[in-house]
Each structure stands twice: as structure tokens, then as C-alpha cells.
């Protein structure tokens, strides 16, 4: 989808509103091509470009009609900022430097620096280290005019907030090859993470920084990294202290407000799974619903990107008592249009509803949802890791679909094409498996054959000694079920 249909698709009635009122803030008799064009966009995005062209100007001028397409999406630009400038303070401060620029250039420098300070002020107040290097830099070439600035004050504070900002560039690096890393892999990757080591070096630094400490902006730096640490590290028991009791001091000491809401909706997501993971379904409940009252806060501020993760948390506890009531939620996710524009969620609601459907041993559906992964182009951008558990799902529901033929040259296929992840001892379990799998389809009895009830007792022994969480399919529920364990 190109650009303007992308904006004028994500803009809010409000928004719509607003634009209709900025962009008839000039009177005119003429039929507003502009106007003519957002209303197509909303209401014919899918109608061919020429035929827009010929509405618009009679005839084919694609020139002019790419001219107004770019004046169109500057205009809505502005709309957007005017309209939101007074809902973010990061907002009102990028305002207030504007200010200051245009004084400067009216040579009113007196009137600069009055703004100056005030945009200081703020961005003291929302700790917004980047911006203060923008303003601490303007202080000292305002100093050439007025001598009232002593630019050695303005320098040292520079170098001081450089330290700072440099500490939190670190920290935000790091956060974020992290996410990017769980994101790709989806939890499913290899168990050798040369991203803990750096975590860990990263988080101690921190937490030994007195001065770090004293920072609300520093202290939701150090929960992210933390929290982070301790996920890579599997310790979801220290993980859940941890976050119920940041929760709380956090709350007590009102550190949550509308800049940092955010923060407050990672944290209760986090403290969803955590609880999740920890096998506490009904606190994972009872804070999902606190999740969802937060995301309707501050004009429902962030509910769109949250609205996923509210959904993961409702699947992933309805899916250990009530299978039927996951499927429907996977069902409702499909229909969301906030959903659909991520693809890797998208992924992530049809291997669910794979899953779910093999728990109810349907298997038709089953694999019928498991297909459509390999479609998505999410699915090409996967790490190996998760395509290589997804195809061990796959093998998985065609052994129950009794289909021998047909899995033993899927069988074959995986062979080749995870013939590396096979041969990784992270990946043993799924090897043995796979090879009791294919001994089994060429005996009478399957997996309930007398001459595999050692080898696969021995298996389901060695997986219940090990976590289930990089599993799509719970291998040993599954194969104690088989052999009537």
C-alpha cells in the first residue's frame, strides 16, 4: 500500500475531523481537488489511480496529480501535529524550540532566550537528555549575543548530560536488539544467547550508578534491562518478584504518568506472561484485566498496540482449561484491523490456532492452519529456529492425520532442509523423536509397538526432565498419549 492510503487509513474520526476543519481554514469557491482526493483515498482506496486522475483534472495528468498526493500528505502532517501538540509534552517542547528558531531568525534574541529557558525547564522535567543536548547547544551560540549567558555554565552542563545520554543510548541499544532478537525468533531460539553476557555487563553497570538511581527515566531503563535479563535466564520465579515489586513501588510513587504510559502497559504485559509462565492462570487473569483497564486510559492512548498483547494473554491461559474459548479468541483476533498490520502476530495466531486445534485432536483444522504460516512473509523472516519447531508440528499432526505416505516425503524434506538444526544438540530431543516417528510408520502397531515402548519411554523421560516452553507441540503430553503412558 503506498504512502497516503497508509496515513489516510490510519487516521482516527477525530483526526478526520480535524483535517476537514485545518484544510478549510481559507475560504474557497473552487471544488477542493485536496478534499476530493482524502475522500477517495477513504472511501475508494481500492479504485484504479487513472480513473482518480481523469476525476479529478478530465484527463490524464499524472503529474499534477503526484504533486497534489504530496501536498495532500504535508497537509495531514500538519493537521496531525497541531492536533496533537498539546497532548504529549515531548510535543510541546519540539514546539517551544520552534519558537525559539523563529525568534532567532527575527533577530529577537532577548525573546529566544525567554523561550529557551522555559524549553530547558521542560526538558529537565521530562529528562529528555537528547533534547537538552539541542537546547544546552543553543544556550552557547546565544551566548555571542547576549552576555547575560555565560557559555562555560551552558558547557559543562552539555558534557554532564552527554554522560547521561550516553548511558542511556547504551541501555537502549542493547533493549533493543534484544526485542528485535524475541521478536524474529518468537522465543523459539537457540539456547547459546551471547545477548545474556551483554545484558548482564550492561545491567550491572547500572545498578552500581548512584546517580542512575536517583532517575525515574534511569530507573525504567534499569526494570527494562532487568526484566530483559532475567527473561533471557528463564528465571520467570525471580522475574515475577521482581516485576510485582516494581509494580508496585512504581504505582506508589506515581512514576507512571502519560508519558510514561507506555512503560506501565509493557510492565503489565510482562507481569500477564510472567505469571503465565509461573503456572498462575488466575493472577495472569486478574492482571491481563488490569492490563485492559490501563489501555483504555488517557483517551485509550496505545490501546491499538497493546490490543494484541491483551489477546496473547486471554489465549495463552484460556488454552490450559478451556481450548474451545482460545479458539474463539484466536478467531476474534483474526477479524482485528490493528492485528492484521503485524505480520509477526499474524504468525503467531495461526501456529495458536494450530495448536489449539490438535489439543481438541482436530486435525484437519489443525494442519490447515499450520499451512497458512508458510505462506506469510512473516514466515520467510522467521529465525530457523522457529520454522524448524514449526515443521516438527507439522510431522506431528500428519503422523495423526495417518497419512504415511505423504509424511514419510514430508520426513524426507525436513531431512534436507533442517538437516543443520538437526545435527545442533540443542535440537537432540526433536532428532530422536522424529526417528521413533519414522521407525513407528513402518510397524503394525505405530508408536504403541512393543519393540519402541523402551526407546520412547526413555524419550518422554528426558523430556519431562527438560522446559516445554520451545515447544509448539507439548512432545511428551503427546507421546504419553500414544503409548497410553
Keep these: ?16 475531523r480535524f483535517f ?47 504533486r497534489l498526493k504530496n501536498r495532500l500528505v504535508d497537509d495531514i502532517n500538519t493537521s496531525l501535529v497541531l492536533q496533537h501538540q498539546g497532548d504529549e509534552e515531548w510535543l510541546q517542547l519540539m514546539r517551544l524550540l520552534q519558537v525559539v528558531k523563529v525568534y532567532l531568525a527575527k533577530n529577537q534574541h532577548k525573546i529566544a532566550f525567554y523561550f529557551l529557558k522555559k524549553a ?41 548530560n552527554n554522560e547521561s545520554l550516553a548511558r542511556l543510548r547504551q541501555m537502549d541499544d542493547m533493549l533493543a536488539v534484544v526485542s528485535y532478537r524475541l521478536k524474529v525468533t518468537q522465543n523459539f531460539g537457540a539456547k547459546e544467547n551471547n545477548l545474556l553476557e551483554m545484558l548482564e555487563q550492561v545491567t550491572d553497570q547500572f545498578m552500581a550508578d548512584s546517580a542512575a ?35 508496585e513501588a512504581f504505582t506508589t510513587e506515581q512514576l507512571f504518568t502519560r508519558n510514561t504510559h507506555e512503560i506501565k502497559l509493557q510492565m503489565l504485559t510482562y507481569i500477564v506472561n510472567t505469571l503465565f509462565k509461573n503456572s498462575k492462570v488466575k493472577e495472569s487473569l486478574k492482571y491481563a484485566q488490569t492490563l485492559k483497564e490501563a489501555m483504555n486510559e488517557h483517551h485509550q492512548l496505545l490501546y491499538n498496540k497493546y490490543e494484541i498483547f491483551y489477546y496473547n494473554a486471554l489465549v495463552n491461559n484460556y488454552s490450559t482449561f478451556d481450548v474451545p474459548e482460545a479458539i474463539r479468541l484466536l478467531k476474534e483476533m483474526q477479524k482485528l484491523e490493528n492485528i492484521k498490520k503485524l505480520p509477526f502476530y499474524e504468525l503467531f495466531i495461526y501456529v495458536n490456532l494450530a495448536t489449539s486445534y490438535f ?27 522457529l520454522k524448524f519447531k514449526i515443521a516438527v508440528a507439522e510431522l ?3 503422523y495423526e492425520l495417518g497419512d504415511l505416505d505423504f509424511w514419510k516425503y514430508r520426513f524426507d524434506q525436513v531431512n534436507k532442509e533442517f538437516k543443520k538444526e538437526l545435527d545442533m544438540d540443542e535440537n537432540e530431543i526433536e ?42 507441540i507439548r512432545y511428551s503430553r503427546w507421546l504419553k498419549e500414544k503409548i497410553h503412558v
Design 396 to 398: 506431528i499432526i500428519r
Design 431 to 472: 532428532k530422536s523423536m522424529l526417528f521413533l516417528i519414522s521407525k513407528s510408520a513402518e510397524l503394525s502397531g505405530g508408536l504403541k509397538s512393543k519393540d519402541l515402548r523402551s526407546e520412547l519411554l526413555n524419550l518422554i523421560a528426558q523430556l519431562e526432565s527438560q522446559s516445554e516452553e520451545d515447544e509448539i
Design 359 to 385: 489439543d481438541i485432536k482436530d486435525f484437519s483444522q489443525a494442519i490447515k492452519n499450520l499451512n497458512k504460516t508458510y505462506l506469510m512473509d512473516s514466515y520467510t523472516k522467521a529465525d530457523r529456529a
Design 1 to 16: 500500500m503506498e504512502l497516503l492510503s497508509q496515513i489516510v487509513e490510519g487516521l482516527s474520526k477525530e483526526e478526520v
Design 20 to 66: 476537514k476543519i485545518f484544510a478549510h481554514r481559507q475560504e474557497s469557491n473552487e471544488q477542493r481537488k485536496d478534499i476530493r482526493l482524502f475522500d477517495f483515498m477513504r472511501k475508494k482506496a481500492d479504485q484504479d489511480e487513472d480513473k482518480i486522475v481523469r476525476q479529478l483534472y478530465g484527463k490524464s495528468d499524472k503529474n499534477a496529480y503526484y
Design 120 to 160: 530547558e525547564q521542560r526538558a529537565r522535567k521530562i529528562e529528555n537528555h537528547e533534547l537538552l543536548d539541542i537546547i544546552y547547544g543553543e544556550f552557547i551560540q546565544l551566548s555571542h549575543t547576549l552576555l547575560v549567558i555565560n557559555p562555560e555554565e551552558y558547557i559543562d552542563l552539555r558534557r554532564e
Design 213 to 247: 538511581k536517583k532517575s525515574a527515566r534511569f530507573r525504567f531503563k534499569l526494570y527494562s534491562l532487568v526484566s530483559q535479563m532475567l527473561l533471557q535466564k528463564k528465571e520467570y520465579q525471580s522475574l515475577e518478584t521482581y516485576l510485582l515489586q516494581t509494580w
